[in-house]
């Protein structure tokens, strides 16, 4: 069974740009969450959808958004990037709500903005 | 709101032996779950070992055990007979409360050494 796959692996923006994560959940997984992580804050809770709807949001401001297709593929998009979003973004999926479910880890995409 | 706190930033173990990585939680919530997961340095974060709140019996998975001890909001992992490969950065994580996804501890870099 094919893991969690997020492209793409690596990305260079520069300040201003906006750009557009891809994650593909675990087949049969509806449930998909972001995560960023950065040196200084660790890891942080973005978002998290299931059945194409966004059931919670963490404390990010609202240049990071996401969506979730009938598939159970999820994009996160970040507009007007700052040099702060270089980090790691993880995408897990899990079978349905994450308090009762393993969430599985992608290899994540890491973003520097320059 | 819940909290992680892994006290042990860096480890340094002789491979072969056990090793133990420490995590206490501070949590509202009566029922809930306790993870841990390993990231090596390319990134992706490997599901290692749950823990449910109920669960009459401490966790075990092939080398990997929870020393879960309620009362004490503890959650130790154990690891047995470490080797080259177990290097890696860990974390315990617990599902936020109410809807912020899981909350994650700032992580254990754990050496093994030849």
């Known amino acids: 069974k094919a893991g969690v796959t997020q492209t793409p692996r690596y990305l260079i923006k520069t300040r201003g740009q906006q750009v557009t994560l891809s994650c593909s959940p675990i087949s049969g997984h509806r449930s998909v969450s972001w995560y960023q992580q950065t040196p200084g804050q660790g890891l942080q809770f973005l978002f998290e959808y299931f059945s194409e709807t966004q059931r919670n949001k963490g404390n990010f401001p609202g240049r990071f958004s996401g969506r979730q297709f009938s598939n159970s593929r999820s994009e996160m998009n970040v507009s007007t990037l700052e040099l702060g979003d270089s980090a790691l973004y993880l995408c897990a999926s899990s079978q349905g709500f994450w308090a009762k479910n393993i969430q599985y880890f992608g290899a994540g995409t890491r973003l520097s903005v320059l | 709101a819940q909290k992680i706190t892994q006290t042990q930033p860096g480890m340094f173990v002789q491979e072969k032996e056990a090793v133990t990585l420490d995590c206490t939680y501070d949590t509202s919530d009566q029922s809930y779950g306790l993870f841990w997961y390993k990231q090596p340095s390319s990134g992706e974060m490997i599901f290692l070992i749950y823990?449910?709140?109920?669960?009459?019996q401490n966790a075990t998975e092939g080398r990997y055990s929870l020393n879960f001890q309620k009362a004490r909001k503890s959650a130790n992992l154990v690891i047995s007979a470490s080797q080259l490969g177990d290097s890696a950065m860990y974390f315990c994580?617990?599902?936020?409360?109410?809807?912020?996804?899981?909350?994650f501890g700032k992580g254990t870099h754990l050496i093994i050494q030849p």
């Open positions: 994580a617990i599902p936020g409360g109410g809807a912020d996804g899981l909350t």
């Open positions: 823990q449910g709140s109920y669960d009459e």
